[in-house]
Every structure is written in C-alpha cells, then in structure tokens.
C-alpha cells in the first residue's frame, strides 16, 4: 500500500470516528421507548393507586419518571427519564438526575408521577432552564387499602408527587434534590 494510501485511509478513519460518536437522536426510538414505559407505569398506578385515575384526571399536566435508579455510597445520584403529559398526550420528554452526600449505602428503583394542579405550576415547570423540586410540593400516600383522595388541599396545591414501585436497599424514596431538565428524545 503506497504511503498516500494509508494516509487517506487514517485520514477518513480519523475524521469519520467523531461522527460516529454522535448521537443526535436522529431516527432513534428513544421517544417511543420513553412513551412505552410511561404507558406501562401509568397503568402500574392506576392498579395499585385507588385515586390516582381521578388526580391524574384534575391535573392540568403530570410528569411521568416510570424508572429512577439511584445508588450511593457516602456519594450517591440518581437518574431516570420520563414524559410531560398534558390531557394524556406526550408534550415533552425529560430527565430527573439528584446527587446526595451523607452516610448512605444501597441503591433503589422507583417511579413517581408530578400532577400539576394549577396552570401556574405546570407552566413555571415547562418554561425553567431546569426544575428543582422546592416547598410547593405535596406528597400523596397511599396507605395500604388507603386511596389518594382528591380533596380541597391537594386541588389548591400547586404540585402533587406520588413515589410508587420502589424496589431496593434505600430506605424510603424522596424527590428532595431532584432537579428536571427537558431532554430530546
């Protein structure tokens, strides 16, 4: 092989290499994947939720996280990705990630729905840089047997968070330092 044919040949290579890297989303099914397991956990809650059907019926928007995997040791994060969706349809696909320091040791999976209650909070939601879970938010739990109720005090909460299918060795699952971006699918 004669010396300008190699050089073409790790020029091509070289400059070929970067491209490949990139992952832009472009024809992937990512956002369809993103639609299957929000569907799949939607469904989970339904089931094993009494209420969430009518929560999920009174929100103006719910962000649906159906797998967040968090781990630590000392130092810990978490992550997972999940849809936006406004009268059932997908408007916009985000990821939840959250680090945490402290004396921790495990990992867990969960999923967990944000209904926004008001117009308000689900458009500060939409248009920030990068939501933070902050004091406007309201858990629903469900006690064994127990609905999620739709009373007067979650109606005028701007935000409602339900954490269900938790699976691990981290005591209790909170959103406290979760922090949302909008993400392409």
Known sequence: MSTLNRRTLVLGVASALPLAACGNGIGSDRGARIDARVDAATQFMYDNIP?????????????????????????????????????????????????????????????????????EALRDFRYSAGWAVGGDIEYAVNTTGGNISTDTTSLLTPVVAVVFGQAGLIAGATLEGQRYTRILP
């Open 51 to 119: 209420g969430s059907r009518d929560l999920m019926g009174d929100a103006e928007g719910v962000l649906i996280m159906p797998l967040v995997t968090e781990a630590g040791f000392g130092i810990g994060g978490g992550y997972g990705r999940g849809a936006l969706r406004i009268n059932g349809a997908t408007v916009d696909y985000y990821s939840s990630t959250s680090a945490t320091f402290g004396f921790q040791i495990g990992a867990q999976q969960y999923a967990h729905a944000l209904f926004f209650m008001t117009e």
